[in-house]
T-cell receptor
């Protein structure tokens, strides 16, 4: 079975540009999570969805960040405009939200560099 | 409050040595789940194990073993006879009543050949 798929794997952009990261969760999973990983702050949860509905976006840094999940098999994380401090690895993870069975499985990550 | 502490930032061992990675957690939930993930140099996060709060049995999987002790709020991870391929950053995580995971800051393990 395919795992969580993220694209692109690497993204280099210039400050001020719009960046869109994409995620396809594991088929059948009903929860999706976006994380950001940096050396300084470690793994940070940005937002998560249950059944395509955003549940907690308190980790989203500021209004420049937005995330959508239009259907059960696709989610995007958008940064507009991007800034150098947004450089990080962004992970998407999915799980099947059921009591006792909710292990998060991570995608390979997108390494974002904002120049 | 939910919190995971991995006090060991970096550990280096010589190949074939045993090594234990510590994880201490805080939660007020009576039902919770603990996880370990491995992040090798390639960058992906690999799920290793999940334990729920009602199951304190230790678990062994090959060279890996986990010691869950509610009395000390710890969920430690031991690698026996370490190998170079074990070199990675290891994260401990907690999920309480909500859906959110709380990750520790990770322990970077280097196994020297």
């Amino acid at each position: 079975d395919a795992g969580v798929i993220q694209s692109p794997r690497h993204e280099v952009t210039e400050m001020g540009q719009e960046v869109t990261l994409r995620c396809k969760p594991i088929s059948g999973h009903n929860s999706l999570f976006w994380y950001r990983q940096t050396m300084m702050r470690g793994l940070e949860l940005l937002i998560y969805f249950n059944n395509n509905v955003p549940i907690d976006d308190s980790g989203m840094p500021e209004d420049r960040f937005s995330a959508k999940m239009p259907n059960a098999s696709f989610s995007t994380l958008k940064i507009q405009p991007s800034e150098p401090r947004d450089s990080a690895v962004y992970f998407c993870a999915s799980s099947f939200r059921l009591v006792g069975s909710d292990t998060q499985y991570f995608g390979p990550g997108t390494r974002l560099t904002v120049l | 409050a939910q919190k995971v502490t991995q006090a060991q930032t970096e550990i280096s061992v010589v190949e074939k040595e045993d090594v234990t990675l510590d994880c201490v957690y805080e939660t007020r939930d009576t039902t919770y789940y603990l996880f370990w993930y491995k992040q090798p140099p390639s960058g992906e996060l690999v799920f290793l194990i999940r334990r729920n709060s009602f199951d304190e049995q230790n678990e062994i999987s090959g060279r890996y073993s986990w010691n869950f002790q509610k009395s000390t709020s710890s969920f430690n991870f031991t690698i026996t006879a370490s190998q170079v391929v074990d070199s990675a950053v290891y994260f401990c995580a907690l999920r309480g009543a909500g859906n959110q995971f709380y990750f520790g800051t990770g322990t970077s393990l280097t196994v020297i050949p």
